[in-house]
């Protein structure tokens, strides 16, 4: 009985995402050992966060919304109408596992929700992947995974956004917005 309460219990508690936290940017750079390593002109600098539940669904999501996310005015000045693709824009990852780090009661930050750093840099070389192959190569960047880094940016705005995957696992909750699969799945 204990066993199917508990069950019961943890089938309502929703899944932890993946996350970004996504930057409008007029220039990044990320500096290793005192060496630029990659930077970047106009477009968005993404701090990526890898949950040790995340899967490939998840780096599709997260990946698509990234490059469709409308930071940017059009042409006639309307705000919010622009996306990185339609823009020809640039971006910087940085892979980032303390986006996972909740507080303990003595105040010292936990971090046992990312997914560990063998793992996590397989899933976030997929995600690398998956962003050149949906959009162009080139203007993909990222810093050294694991490395300590110095990220510089400037601001555009500022605009700053967070992306999470649960929207793709939990439609009906959060973020309202539904895949093409999903909503063709409802309607036969």
């Known amino acids: 009985y204990f066993f199917l309460v508990l069950i019961l219990l943890l089938k309502g508690q929703p899944s932890s995402p993946m996350r970004l936290v996504v930057q ?4 990044a750079s990320v500096t290793v050992e005192g060496s630029i390593v990659s930077s970047i002109g106009p477009g968005a600098m993404a701090l990526v966060g890898i949950h040790e539940d995340d899967t490939k669904e998840d780096l599709e999501y997260c990946c698509k ?8 005015e059009n042409d006639s ?15 910087l990852c940085v892979s980032q596992f303390t986006l996972y780090g909740k507080l303990t009661k003595k105040n010292q930050p936990d971090y046992k929700h990312a997914m560990k750093a063998i793992q996590a840099q397989e899933m976030y070389n997929m995600f690398l992947e998956l962003l050149k192959s949906n959009y162009e190569s080139e203007k993909i960047r990222d810093g050294v995974f694991g490395a300590y880094m110095d990220v510089s940016l400037v601001n555009d705005g500022p605009v700053t956004i967070v992306i999470e995957s649960e929207a793709y696992t939990k439609p009906n909750q959060g973020d309202k917005t539904e895949s093409t699969d999903q909503k063709s799945e409802k309607s036969s």
């Open 77 to 91: 000045g309307a705000p919010w109408r622009h996306g990185l693709k339609q823009r020809g824009l640039e971006i």
């Open 24 to 27: 409008r940017v007029k220039s």
């Open 65 to 72: 919304r990234l490059l469709a996310c409308k930071l940017w």
